[in-house]
């Protein structure tokens, strides 16, 4: 499994911006996409996940301001951000795996993308 992920680029506080990850390969032997973020300095962080059915899940501190869907004809996975904050500056990563528990607990043998920036200035 391949996952590429898109969209990030320097964006001023309060404005929005759309990421996308692109899942390619052996895809039927996944059936959860995730969002997580690093800001430098601190953990990954889940920020959003979305089963093939279309259901999602957001840690409480993610609520609100993001969105995860997802496009099954373009095996294509989107996360929403918006009134983008400066602390939501990082690296976000777009992951896989079999279960949602296994991608809510990063497990080693998710598969990741290779990550895209989000700065957000103030």
């Known amino acids: 499994v391949q996952l590429q992920a898109s969209g990030g680029g320097l964006v001023q506080a309060g404005k929005s911006l759309i990421l996308s990850c692109a899942a390619s390969?052996?895809?039927?032997?996944?059936?959860?996409i995730g969002w997580y973020r690093q800001a430098p300095g601190k953990q990954r962080e889940l920020v959003a996940a979305?089963?093939?059915?279309?259901?999602?899940h957001y840690p409480d501190s993610m609520k609100g301001r993001f969105t995860i869907s997802r496009d099954n004809a373009k095996n294509t996975v989107y996360l929403q951000m918006n009134s983008l904050k400066p602390e939501d500056t990082a690296v976000y990563y777009c992951?896989?795996?079999?279960?949602?528990?296994?991608?809510?607990?990063?497990?080693?043998?998710?598969?990741w993308g290779q990550g895209t920036q989000v700065t957000v200035s103030s």
């Open positions: 979305i089963t093939n059915g279309g259901t999602t």
């Open positions: 390969g052996n895809i039927f032997t996944i059936n959860v």
């Open positions: 992951t896989a795996g079999r279960t949602l528990g296994e991608v809510i607990g990063a497990y080693v043998r998710n598969w």
